[in-house]
């Protein structure tokens, strides 16, 4: 399997940018970049996810290293309720293509001071 | 709302009893999965479905059965569960298993103690 490291935890202030840091030297070509979050008592949560190129959508901003052997996220105003467990995750196939599996590491958790 | 919906939310039983955790997913999803998560672990998959009528193991399958007979419902079963089996469960789906980036959506878990 391929693997991710994140640091254990992080911290931040409110309205601050946080940028999460994600390696994943091992990555293959055809692995997607997932992140999610977990809020306490909550299910994951997808974030976003990328190939090659940075993605942003409404609730973070994904850069893809050039060598994609690292990614960051980008929460731009970090607010109370973004305080969660974040997942950096590669996406991978199974051998037969069939089964679309996310493994969840450890995860770094984000605190987020007021 | 879209929406994975798991029921019970918690449930603390006695060894053997079997029991069935209840996954439903009003999206229309192909995909659908099963993961526990315990401390120092993170999440495993234990069985996922690509569709109606095919199902498969995921890493830890081990004293848990499936069944996909519609497609939005996909049961977790335990036949004769066991203290080991004591976990936090995440049912998933996603529209397709395979294809690019496709996000996964979870339910809030369901917390099994089996005594």
């Known amino acids: 399997d391929a693997k991710t490291t994140q640091p254990n935890s992080m911290e931040s202030n409110e309205e601050e940018p946080v940028h999460l840091p994600c390696n994943h030297s091992t990555i293959s070509g055809t692995d997607y970049i997932h992140w999610y979050r977990q809020l306490p008592s909550q299910g994951p949560e997808y974030v976003i996810h990328g190939l090659t190129s940075n993605v942003n959508n409404r609730m973070a901003s994904l850069a893809i290293a050039e060598d994609r052997k690292s990614s960051t996220l980008i929460l731009h105003r970090a607010t109370l309720r973004d305080a969660a467990v974040y997942y950096c995750?590669?996406?991978?196939?199974?051998?037969?293509?069939?089964?679309?599996?996310?493994?969840f590491g450890k995860g770094t958790l984000l605190t987020v001071n007021p | 709302e879209a929406q994975v919906t798991q029921n019970p939310r918690y449930l603390i039983t006695v060894t053997g009893k079997k029991l069935t955790v209840t996954c439903s997913q009003n999206?229309?999803?192909?995909?659908m999965s099963w993961y526990r998560q315990d401390p120092g672990l993170g999440l495993r998959q234990i069985y996922y479905?690509?569709?109606?009528?095919?199902?498969d193991k995921g890493d830890v399958p081990e004293g848990y059965k499936v069944s996909r007979k519609e497609k939005r419902n996909f049961p977790l079963i335990l036949e004769s569960p066991s203290p080991n089996q004591t976990s936090l469960y995440f049912c998933?789906?996603?529209?397709?298993?395979?294809?690019?980036?496709?996000?996964?959506?979870f339910g809030d878990g369901t917390r099994l103690s089996i005594l």
């Open positions: 479905s690509m569709n109606v009528e095919v199902t």
């Open positions: 995750i590669l996406r991978e196939l199974n051998s037969g293509g069939s089964n679309y599996k996310l493994t």
């Open positions: 999206m229309n999803h192909e995909y």
């Open positions: 998933a789906s996603s529209l397709y298993g395979t294809g690019g980036g496709q996000p996964q959506h």
